[in-house]
C-alpha cells in the first residue's frame, strides 16, 4: 500500500512523532510511506512532502485573526498538495490536525469526495466539530451540540481579533466532513470518543486507540541531572508542556509552589524565556527540547510529573512519565486521567491547588514499587509497537472495504 498522512509537523511535537511512528511501521511492514507537512524541518524516513511556505502560515494566521476563517486559508498551498497527490495515488490517507494555519479544508475534501479515497483521520482535540475552538469543556459549552454561533472562545486559539465566524464555520465543516463515503476516526480517548458521538460526526465510525510511545526511549533510567542544577539532595516535582499558558496550569504550578516546603523542587519544561524570568523562588525553567534523551533524564529524576491542564485530549507527556518510572497527578481534564489508575498516581478536580498539594504527600510517601507499577503499567497499554500496528491494520481494513465497495 501506498498511504501519505498530513500533520502539521513532521517528527516533532506528539502529533509529528506519532505521524512519524507510523510512518515506521508502514515501512517495516514492506508499504510506502509518505507525510506531507506545513512547518518545521525534522528529518523523517518517510518521504516528504511541504506544503506551502511561511507566507502562507501568515496569510492564513491574517485571514483568520480577522475574519475568524481558521482552515480556509492556504488554497494555493493545498491545490499544490492535490497535485502531489496526484503523482502518488494513495491507497489511503492519514489525516491528522487540520489546523494549524496551513492547510484549506474545502479544497482538500472536496477533492477527497470526488476521488473517495479511503480516510483515517486522527482526532487530536474537539477542533472538527465545533466552529472555532479546539476545546470547549474549560467552560462547559454545549454549543457544538446543537449550533455554535455568538464563540465565547474567538479570542482563543485559534484566535481572532475583528469577526466571530463561527456560525459559518460549523455549518461549512458540518459540510465538508459529513461527505466522506470511506473515512473513520481514530481517538486517542474515550472522553473525545464521547464528544465526537454527541457531534455532527457522530455517524462516523470512531475507533479508540490510546497514544503509543517508544519504550525503548522513554525508559527509567540513572539520571545525573539534578546535579547540574545543584539540586541532588532534593524532591523534584515535574511539568513538561511544549508552550505553557493559563490552559496548561502555569498559575497553578505558580500557587502550588508556595505550598510545597523547601525541599521540593519544581521544574518546569517548555517555558519561554519571558516566562523563566517570572518564575518564582524554588521553580526551575527549561526551555523546550527536541533531545528526547535529555525528557527521559528528568522524568527518570523527577519524583513525581504533575499535569495541572484544564483543557486536553490524551496527553502524551502522562504515559512518557509513566513509561520512566514515575507516577503522575493530573486534573480531571478530558482524557487524561485515562492514563493512570489508582497504583500509578491521583486525578485531582480542575483549579484545586491544595489538592495537588496533598497527593504530592501520598506519593511521596507511596512504597517504592510505584516505580515499578508505573513502567508496568506502559508496557501494558503504550507500546508504540501495538498501538501503530493497530493503525496499520485500520488501514488494511479500510482498503479492503473501498475495493469490496467499488466492485
Request: hydrophobic share 35%.
Amino acid at each position: 500500500m501506498k498511504i501519505l498522512q498530513i500533520n502539521t509537523t513532521v517528527n516533532s511535537g506528539s502529533t509529528g512523532r506519532i505521524a512519524e511512528d507510523i510512518g515506521k511501521v508502514l515501512i517495516s511492514n514492506g508499504h510506502e510511506s509518505y507525510i506531507a507537512y506545513g512547518r518545521g524541518n525534522q528529518k523523517s524516513q518517510s518521504q516528504l512532502i511541504k506544503i506551502g511556505n511561511q507566507t502562507d502560515v501568515l496569510m492564513h494566521g491574517l485571514k483568520t485573526a480577522i475574519f475568524d476563517r481558521h482552515g480556509f486559508g492556504s488554497k494555493k498551498a493545498t491545490l499544490d498538495l492535490i497535485d502531489e497527490i496526484e503523482k502518488i495515488k494513495p491507497d489511503a490517507i492519514g489525516l491528522h490536525n487540520m489546523h494549524g494555519y496551513y492547510l484549506n479544508i474545502e479544497v482538500l475534501f472536496n477533492y477527497l469526495k470526488v476521488k473517495n479515497i479511503p480516510v483515517l483521520w486522527t482526532l487530536f482535540d474537539c477542533w472538527a466539530f465545533t466552529g472555532h475552538c479546539s476545546y470547549f469543556d474549560d467552560i462547559d459549552c454545549k454549543k457544538y451540540q446543537t449550533q455554535c454561533q455568538k464563540c465565547p472562545k474567538t479570542r482563543k486559539y485559534p484566535a481572532s481579533f475583528v469577526l466571530d465566524n463561527s456560525y459559518d464555520n460549523f455549518i461549512d465543516k458540518k459540510r465538508l466532513f459529513t461527505g466522506l463515503e470511506n473515512i473513520e476516526f481514530v481517538v486517542h480517548s474515550q472522553w473525545l470518543k464521547t464528544m465526537v458521538g454527541k457531534s455532527f460526526l457522530k455517524d462516523i465510525k470512531a475507533n479508540c486507540l490510546p497514544s503509543g510511545i517508544d519504550l525503548e526511549l522513554f525508559k527509567p533510567v540513572a539520571s545525573e541531572i539534578k546535579k547540574k542544577f545543584n539540586i541532588a539532595d532534593k524532591k523534584i516535582v515535574l511539568g513538561c508542556a511544549s508552550q505553557w499558558s493559563e490552559r496548561k496550569g502555569l498559575k497553578d504550578f505558580i500557587q502550588l509552589r508556595a505550598l510545597l516546603n523547601q525541599d521540593t523542587f519544581i521544574v518546569l519544561i517548555g517555558v519561554s524565556k519571558k516566562q523563566v524570568k517570572s518564575l518564582p523562588t524554588g521553580i526551575i525553567g527549561i526551555p523546550r527540547t527536541e533531545s528526547i534523551q535529555e525528557l527521559v533524564m528528568w522524568y527518570s529524576a523527577a519524583d513525581v510529573f504533575i499535569n495541572p491542564t484544564y483543557q486536553d485530549n490524551f496527553p502524551t507527556t502522562n504515559i512518557e512519565s509513566l513509561a520512566c518510572g514515575t507516577p503522575v497527578i493530573t486534573y480531571n481534564t478530558g482524557g487524561s486521567p485515562e492514563a493512570i489508575d489508582h497504583e500509578t498516581g491521583f486525578v485531582v478536580e480542575k483549579g484545586n491547588v491544595k489538592d495537588l498539594s496533598d497527593a504530592i504527600d501520598l506519593i511521596f510517601n507511596k512504597d517504592a514499587k510505584i516505580a515499578l507499577k508505573c513502567r508496568e503499567r506502559a508496557e501494558k497499554y503504550f507500546d508504540k509497537n501495538d498501538r501503530y500496528q493497530e493503525y496499520l491494520d485500520l488501514f488494511i481494513k479500510l482498503v479492503n472495504k473501498t475495493i469490496q465497495k467499488s466492485h
